[in-house]
Every structure is written in C-alpha cells, then in structure tokens.
C-alpha cells in the first residue's frame, strides 16, 4: 500500500509521518513516533486508553487514522509532564494513589486535561461522567475522581465561598 | 578516617507501615513506562493466531497458500510444523494437579480436533500486524463440526461425539468428596435443615492491557528471550525449556511494566510456546499482541459454578453442618490452574465460621467452551456468595437477625488456630492463623449503620426497595513453597533489591522498597526494586495467591540479615572494631560514636547477599462487607447507596496501597454481581466478545464504596506479620450484594440465587414473584 506523507504537531513539536493510509493515529504516535505513552486496549474506541488531545478535545486516537491528524495539533500524556516534573493532574494522581498498573492511565489524564482546561470549577458528577468513558480495572476509579478534584486548582478553579 | 557522629547519615525514618506515594508512578504517569508493545527491535515480525470459530470439530484441511503469497507474510505455522520437532507439547499443569486431569490437558496449537471457540489452529508471521491480520482471511480452515457441549448438563449427558477426549469416555473430569467431622449425622438430627441451589456466572479478569509477548532467538549463543513475562515466570520458563528442548539455562524471560493481571495473565499459555517456536524458526525476533476480541476467547475465564448447598442450625441459629456439592465447568481443557477454582470453591464454603461437619462433593467438568483460570478471590467469590445467601434464608426461616447468627457462629480469638481439616485433597491439613473474626463483623456493621438503619429493610422509599446485606469472609494468602531475594549495596550506597515476585501493576516496587529501606535504615529515594526476570535469580516463584509481600517480602528481610554480616565485616576493618561491637543502624554500621556510613562504606563493594524465606503455612486475613441498595422495580436496576469492605490484613506495609487494592477489588467484584458476564450460546458460541457487549464497571456505576484496613492479628508465619490483601476485597462483595437485593426485594417474595443480578435479570424475578403472588382467574 502506497505511504502518504502527513504533517502534524504533537506535543508542541512539529512532525512529517510517512505513514499507510490505514494507519491509526494511536500507531502513528507509538510506532511512527515512539510515543508509547498512548496506549491501546481495545481498538475499537470502548476503553478510552489511547485518548489522546486533538486541538483542545479529547479524541480516541485507535478510531482516528493518522491522515485524519494532518495539520492538527495533539497533546499526549508525554506533553502533559515529565517524571521529575510531574504536571498538575499526574501528581495529583500520585497522591492519590489513582493508578495502579498504568495501562489506562494515559487516557485518564488527557481525557481530565481536556475537560479541566475546558471546566476547571467541574465537580465530582461531571468529573465522573466524563471519564465513564475510560475503563479502569485497578482502582475503583474513587481514587481517579479524588485526584481530580484536587487537580482543579491549578486549571484555574476557584474555591466556592463557605456561606 | 571518616568516624565520628560529624558524617553525614543517610539515617531515615522507618517507611514501613506508612502511606508512601509509589515509586512505580512517576514513569507510568509520564508515559515512560515500559509495557511489552512498547517494545520494537530491528527486523521485527508480527505474529496473529488463526483461531477456531467453531466449538468443537474435527479438523479436515487448512490451506494457506493464499496466505503465503501476500506480500509481507513470511510464515505460516500449523500442528503439523510444530510435530515436526517432535509431538506437539501439552501445557503442563502448575496447580491443582489432580492425576485424573492429566488426560484433558492442552495441546500448544489444535491438533485434529477443536474444543472451543478461539482455540489456536495456525500462526501467520509477516512482516506487520496489518499484512499478517490480512492473511489470516487468505487462510482456508475446513473444519467438521461435532457435537458441542456448551454447559456442564450437556457436557454430563453427552455420548459419543459429545465427549471432548474420547480416550477419557467421559467430559467429567474427576469427582471428589473433601469432609470433616460427620455431616450425615449431623443432618439427621439437626432440628432445622435447608438446601439451596445457586450459581455464579463464567466472567472474568478482563486486565486493561491484553496480554503481549516479544520473543528473541540468538542463534549464535543458542538463547531464547521471551519478554511479555508476568505473574510466574520461572515456572513458565521451565515449561518452554520443556516443550521448546532447551535447557533452563537457554531461555530467559523478561518481566515489563504489566497492564494488570488479577490471575489471568502471565500463565503459560499456548501463544508462549507458539512465539518463541517462530522467533527459533524464523530466526528474527517475533511479536505478538493480543488483540481485544481475541483476549475474550483466548485468556482465561472463571467463576462458572453451580451449587447445591445444604446447612443444618439449632434453633438458636448455630451452625451444626454444612453439606454441599459443586459443579464446576472448566471450559475445554485443564490449563495450567489445574482444579484450582472449583478445589478452593470447595474449601472456603464453611467459611470463617465455627462449623466442624462439612461435606463437599466437587465435579470438574470440561465443555466446549475457553478454558478456566484463576481470578481473583478464586473459588472464594463464588462459595462466599453461595453460604453468606443460604445464612440469610436460614436466620430468615429461625426468625433471627442474620448478622446475630453470624456473629454467634463466628471463629473467636479463642479459638485460634482453628483447625480447618484437609478439604483440598493435593493439600497438607491448615488451620486458621491468627484473628477474631467477630470484631471485623462488629465494625462493619457500625460502618453500614446496621442497627439504625436495619428497618429500611424492604421498605419503599421514592419507588426503591432498600436492603442491607453483609457477608463475612476468610481469605488464603501467601504460598510457598520459598521465595528468593538478592540485595546489592553499590558502590554509589544505593540499594538494589532483586526478587522472585512479579509485579502486576500492584505496586510492589513500593513495598518491597519500604521494606528493604528499613531493614538497611536507608531512605526510600535510595532503593531500587527489580522483580520478575529470570535473569535476576536463580529460582523465583512469581506473584499469585496473595504471597509477593508475604514471601518476597520476607525473602528480601532475610537478604538484609545477610547483608548487614557482610557490612559489619567491611566496617570492622574500617573501624579497626571486632565485628561483634557493630551494628549496622541509622544509615551507616558502628558502635558508640564510631561510625561509618552505608555510603562511604559502599565505596569499598559492592556488597552483595542472598536471601530466602521458606513457608508452606498459609496466611488466613478475614473480614466483612456490608451493601445498601436500592432497586427500582420497575427496571430491576440495583443502585449502591453505600458499600463497605472491612479486612484485617495483619500488618498493611503501605496503606496507601492496601486501601487501594481494597476499593479496586469491591468495585471489580460489584462488577462481577451485575455486569461481567461471558454469554454462550448452546453451540458454544462466545456471543459477547467485546468491550461494547462484555459489560464492565465504569465511573458512575459504583461511586459509593468505602474500605477500612485494619491490622489487629499479624500473622505469625512470617517475619513482617503479613497477610494477603490484594483479594479479601473481592471475595465477599457478591454474598454482600446479593443478600442487600434479596432483603430489599424480599416483600415481593423475590429469592435470589443466581447471578449476575442484571436489571432484565432482576425485573423478571419481581415480575414472576407478582404473578405467582396474584390469586389465579
């Protein structure tokens, strides 16, 4: 199958792919480009693991082939911090004990990250409506909506005044 | 000469007990872990498996030479490739190694005859996952249906064609009876008798990352590299050396980060044979990834039971006996957990309570269906849910408040150890460590707010039923035979801990850091944990039934004893101090105002010693839980309003992850009582193999569930006090369940005895308890 040549910034960096038309993002971005903080679970868009963040929305990089990205910009779990500089979220994670094994987890953060920058003042329901569609089999998810919660202040959530 | 109190210490504050954040997180928070697909290597090939798509046939023909001529595919791989080294190898049995299951065991790869939807027939290698996905279409699989028996009714029954492996003349596998005490007599004169039937549903683990496996031929030095290794591989490596003709010390497997397990991954499976049979074959590295569809057919599935219960009481509510028998379908073949479910379904159906007449009958029986394995609480789950319901009709009949039966029966303080007799016939006799099972009951039924709330039962609040239900558990932990442990004190003064435990994505990086930490007195920040590969130890014994804090734990423990004699050697000729003045304390070895740090003395290593904990005892933790539902009669969905899981685990080493693995095991548990259910169809046709159609917990399923750890009665088989605690919050959560939906519905005249409780499930048993309840026209 003839490669097509697609262009597209991930993590704030601006790549040229090679890639077969049916390529997925979620292969393009593992394989093409070793990010393999994006994982895949179930290939066919249940399990939220290969969520990824495309110009601001959370997309399921495994139902999204990699030509769909050209010209778009996409945030992966490797933007949203580094081992000795955790981001908001991942510490808050941490803290919180909100993962385990940390196969799914990639999907929880960029699926938060999206929804906190787009809502920081979202509160436990949304929070958990929203991931509903991360599948999760470690831990219960309490701990997830717990790390959540704390993570809104640094997206810019304000504190409701006690009355 | 560096002495003296002015050096600087690496003195830390001991670790163990406290809750730490996880040293494993910072990589997999940041995407820089490393789990087996993020592997590539040069030359890499892709393996997919042609598997069955009929439960039970013979195979006449498999023609892939349309297959081998698309571009890309390098090879395809059947029985007949695999005989050519010889008989195609079996997948040997590692636990519950019954004689008689010897006959049902697996072949690598389907020889003549298929047994159940999924089975492996072929193995397409090309040069991408696509290309090989692609072939397999090409592949022309002929196959002559016979008759599928796709329950254990149909499997009993069967003649003929029916029966999976002719030469047994019969689909059950084996039947024993497991017995103390008297139960007969008991029976016959007990003044109040009930029996019961009840099932659990096959489901299972369903881990967030399918299963995955990169195998490496290095032809020049004759040495095999499977990565992709979980849970036991050491024993996996012993039976591919087997199966493959290679020699233990000519296979090496390489444990990475693990998507988790919960007992399905990490077994030997038949794809661990077939890829490292190609990567030998083909001479180039070959990878395989399990794709999601394939995960429901191919990895193993649990919990199928059915259960016929008998349990005679005095009037007052005690327990006098306890008869019951099991039926359990293993799917197919007898993998490598042997009767491992249906033997300990068996054994923890009395329970934590003071019962000395048991009987228990247990068939094992193979049907076309994907083969059985451990999950989680295995067995435990399911007898759990058969007793704590049967209690609840028995205190229900005697007129008593269920959670006073209970507790009038429960194993006391006072009775420690109990002797829990042999009710597992490849067993030694055990008996019940350390505990007072009543005081767990007492503090969950304080955090359900039983006494206050116990009216609620049946009532109808806004349209709802509520119901209260509690169930009381004992739970095994910690296996033997031994595990092994290495510590090495570098030259830098860090540690490197090196253990026979696996991780699953459990955290026991963590914990067997804190332990090292402080047996060594060095901070957290200077430990290193390796677990899992066989190129770290010579023997390992892996991550099952609860034992890697139990047995690595204490295996890493007594690598630290032996340590310190190295390091007190060491600093004795830095000192210029006989040996017997030295202690090793505060970071660094001395006595008096004498004193050497780890870290200068690290600079003279590095200093490196063995360590190994033997124990054939096991650990028994213990608890309750308790579940207030609601359940709208009109649709029959249940919604949790509050659940709550008390465990006693000994000693927790990081509560942290203790309470985490607690809520992570209820919710998975809640799971299996209303969503988790593997549907075949009477052709043994697996009809929901897909996340979309396998239904499991999400966010807003069960927000309310709430775990207390407590650490009363630390056991006295091994040096840290340890107890499991990665399943206790498993294996009570459906008994709680169902006893809340029974209680809830119980006006309505509504028995439940069968899961799963799904709302079409629930709302059929109301709407037939409402007809029956209405006088006939």
């Known amino acids: 199958m003839d490669e097509i040549d697609i262009t597209l910034t991930v993590n704030g960096t601006a790549h040229i792919l090679s890639v077969s038309p049916r390529t997925t993002l979620a292969d393009a971005l593992r394989q093409g480009l070793g990010l393999t903080g994006t994982h895949v679970g179930c290939e066919h868009g249940v399990c939220g693991a290969c969520t990824v963040i495309v110009d601001g929305a959370a997309m399921r990089s495994c139902l999204m082939l990699a030509a769909q990205a050209e010209r778009h910009a996409i945030t992966t779990v490797e933007g949203l911090g580094r081992p000795e500089a955790l981001g908001p979220l991942q510490a808050a994670f941490r803290k919180h004990h909100a993962l385990q094994c940390g196969f799914c987890t990639p999907g929880f953060l960029t699926t938060l990250h999206a929804l906190l920058t787009e809502e920081p003042d979202a509160d436990a329901e949304r929070i958990r409506e929203v991931v509903s569609g991360n599948l999760c089999r470690c831990t219960g998810y309490v701990a997830i909506i717990e790390a959540a919660l704390e993570a809104r202040a640094a997206y810019g959530h304000q504190e409701a005044e006690a009355c | ?777």
């Not at chain 2, 084996?174 to 029996?195: C, E, H, I």
């Not at chain 2, 003064?493 to 090292?516: D, M, N």
């Not at chain 2, 210029?576 to 870290?599: K, M, Q, W, Y």
Request: include cysteine; proline fraction near 5%.
């Open chain 2, 1 to 777: 000469m560096l002495t003296g109190i002015t050096f600087p210490t690496d003195a830390a504050t001991p670790v163990t007990g406290t809750p730490v954040e996880r040293l494993e997180d910072a990589r997999l928070l940041t995407g820089t872990g490393c789990f087996v697909d993020d592997l590539t290597r040069p030359d890499l090939l892709h393996a997919v498996v042609l598997r069955s798509s009929m439960a039970h046939g013979r195979i006449v023909a498999i023609d892939a030479s349309a297959a081998l001529e698309l571009d890309g595919v390098v090879a395809v791989f059947t029985a007949a490739d695999v005989a050519s080294d010889g008989a195609v190898p079996l997948i040997p049995i590692r636990l519950a190694p019954f004689p008689e299951s010897q006959a049902f065991r697996q072949p690598v790869i389907a020889v003549d005859t298929v047994r159940y939807v999924g089975e492996p027939v072929a193995l397409v290698v090309a040069t991408s996952r696509a290309i090989a996905e692609d072939a397999l279409e090409l592949i022309e699989l002929d196959i002559d249906a016979l008759e599928a028996v796709a329950s254990t009714d149909a499997a009993l029954a069967a003649e003929g064609d029916g029966v999976l492996f002719p030469g047994t003349g019969s689909n059950l596998v084996l039947r024993y009876t497991a017995q103390m005490g008297d139960a007969d007599t008991a029976f016959a004169n007990a003044p109040y008798v009930r029996t019961e039937r009840f099932s659990t549903q096959r489901h299972s683990a369903v881990p967030m990352e399918t299963r995955g496996l990169l195998a490496e031929w290095d032809a020049e030095h004759g040495h095999l590299f499977l990565s992709g290794a979980a849970k036991v591989p050491y024993f996996n490596r012993r039976a591919l050396a087997e199966a493959l003709g290679l020699g233990m010390d000519e296979i090496d497997l390489l444990e990475q980060d693990v998507g988790g397990g919960f007992g399905v991954r990490g077994e030997y499976y038949p794809e661990d044979f077939l890829v490292c049979f190609a990567a030998r074959r083909l001479g180039r590295p070959v990878k395989w990834i399990e794709d999601r569809r394939e995960h429901f057919m191919a990895t193993n599935h649990s919990r199928e039971i059915a259960c016929e219960l008998s349990i005679a009481c005095a009037r007052d509510g005690t327990i006098l006996a306890l008869a019951g028998r099991l039926d359990a379908d293993m799917g197919a073949y007898i993998r490598t957990n042997g009767g491992v479910v249906p033997a300990k379904a068996g054994q923890f159906l009395p329970g934590p309570y003071r019962i000395r007449d048991i009987h228990v009958d247990v068939s094992i029986v193979v049907t076309n269906k994907t083969p059985v394995g451990t999950y989680r609480g295995p067995g435990r789950f399911e007898a759990n849910f058969f007793r704590e319901r049967l209690i609840d009709m028995a205190a229900a009949d005697l007129g008593l408040d269920p959670n006073v039966m209970r507790a009038h029966n429960l194993i006391t303080a006072a009775d420690m150890p109990w002797d829990a007799g042999k009710l597992v016939p490849y067993e030694a006799e055990t008996s019940f460590d350390t505990g007072d099972y009543p005081v767990t009951l007492t503090r969950c039924l304080e955090e359900i707010g039983w006494e206050k709330n116990k009216h609620l039962q049946g009532t109808v609040i806004d349209g709802l039923y509520h119901g209260i239900g509690v169930a009381c558990f004992v739970e095994s932990g910690g296996a033997g035979p031994r595990e092994n442990a290495r510590i090495t004190l570098e030259t830098d003064g860090t540690l490197t801990v090196a253990v026979g435990s696996s991780s699953v994505g459990q955290g026991i990086e963590t914990a067997h850091a804190q332990i090292a930490a402080d047996a060594l007195g060095l901070p957290l920040g200077k430990v290193r944990v390796l677990h899992g590969s066989t190129t770290l130890l010579h023997e390992g014994f892996g991550t099952y039934h609860s034992r890697a804090v139990i047995m690595g734990g204490s295996a890493i423990l007594d690598a630290a004893t032996n340590l310190k004699e190295h390091l007190v050697a060491a600093a004795a000729k830095r000192l210029g101090l006989p040996n017997t003045r030295l202690v090793v304390e505060n970071g660094g070895v001395g006595s008096g105002d004498r004193f050497i740090s780890l870290a200068e003395l690290a600079t003279d290593g590095p200093f490196s010693a063995n360590g190994t904990f033997a124990n054939t005892t096991r650990t028994y933790s213990y608890g309750a839980h308790a579940c207030h539902v609601a359940v709208n009669p009109q649709t029959g969905a249940v919604k949790i309003l509050d659940f709550v899981a008390v465990e006693d685990v000994g000693r927790a080493i990081n509560p942290l992850i203790v309470h985490g693995q607690a809520i992570g095991a209820i919710v998975q548990g809640l799971g299996g009582v209303f969503l988790d259910h593997l549907v075949y169809d009477s052709e043994g046709q697996l009809l929901n193999a897909s996340l979309a159609d396998y239904l499991l917990p999400t966010a807003t399923d069960f927000p309310n569930v709430r775990a207390v750890t407590l650490e009363l009665h630390p056991s006295p088989t091994n040096p840290l006090g340890a107890k499991g605690a990665g399943e206790g919050g498993i294996v009570a959560v459906a008994g709680a369940t169902a006893n809340a939906v029974a209680a809830a519905l119980a006006p309505l005249g509504v028995t439940i005895t069968d899961l799963p409780l799904t709302p079409p499930r629930l709302w059929q048993l109301i709407s037939d308890a409402r007809a029956a309840a209405e006088p006939e026209h």
